[in-house]
């Protein structure tokens, strides 16, 4: 693994000093986010970055407290015209056919991985109810058993307090949002079929219920 993300020039010489200098600390400000635990993104390794996904705001939620940018697996949708398709490759996202296993999408975020990527996925598919957690597809099970790369469970908490899990109220919170990262997970002894993808989702998924459910435990001073 080559420890180098591969970026286009134009999001790592403009996008990218763009979002972490400029935008990605005003949205921290402004929506109250802050990271517990963040410093396990600090490596050279390649990492799968796994969340809970409640509303459409928590990949840039996501990406505004990681120290460097992440790899999206985003729906396809997002990608429609030819602008926001440009904007979003330069954005490191790989688009995702959500209507069926997309092994394209997958096998794209294999590569990312080999690179020496981060790739953040919601193990989900989908957004849950507000408050509630979907069970996981396999999906990032086959990108474990094949990468072979450690996992990073996340809790995203009150991301629906910026934008409604209907995407139909968005505003200013007035809580914090929290983003609480686990310690990365290692899946030595899981098969390389089915069963086994699925076996991993949900391990993961248990670990992100965990970490919600010592919330308080783990709050206590925020990483920069």
Request: charged share 30%.
């Amino acid at each position: 693994m080559s420890g180098r993300c591969r970026i286009s020039p134009f999001g790592r010489f403009v996008l990218k000093p763009l979002w972490q200098y400029i935008v990605a600390p005003a949205f921290r400000r402004v929506f109250k986010i802050k990271a517990y635990n963040s410093d396990v993104l600090k490596t050279d390794e390649p990492l799968i970055v796994a969340a809970n996904h409640r509303s459409y705001i928590d990949p840039p939620v996501l990406n505004a407290v990681s120290p460097e940018p992440l790899v999206f697996l985003a729906k396809k949708e997002l990608f429609e015209g030819r602008f926001k398709n440009w904007l979003f490759r330069n954005m490191n996202a790989i688009p995702v056919d959500r209507s069926k296993a997309d092994l394209d999408a997958l096998n794209e975020a294999l590569k990312r991985l080999s690179e020496g990527c981060k790739v953040a996925i919601f193990p989900e598919g989908r957004r849950a109810p507000e408050n509630g957690f979907l069970r996981a597809k396999p999906g990032i099970g086959y990108l474990v058993a094949k990468a072979k790369v450690r996992v990073v469970p996340v809790y995203i908490h009150n991301s629906t307090l910026i934008l409604s899990s209907d995407n139909r109220k968005f505003r200013i919170p007035k809580e914090e949002v929290s983003v609480i990262f686990g310690e990365p997970l290692e899946f030595t002894d899981f098969p390389d079929n089915i069963r086994g993808y699925k076996k991993i989702a949900d391990t993961v998924m248990e670990e992100i219920k965990k970490i919600s459910q010592r919330l308080m435990d783990i709050k206590g001073q925020p990483s920069a």
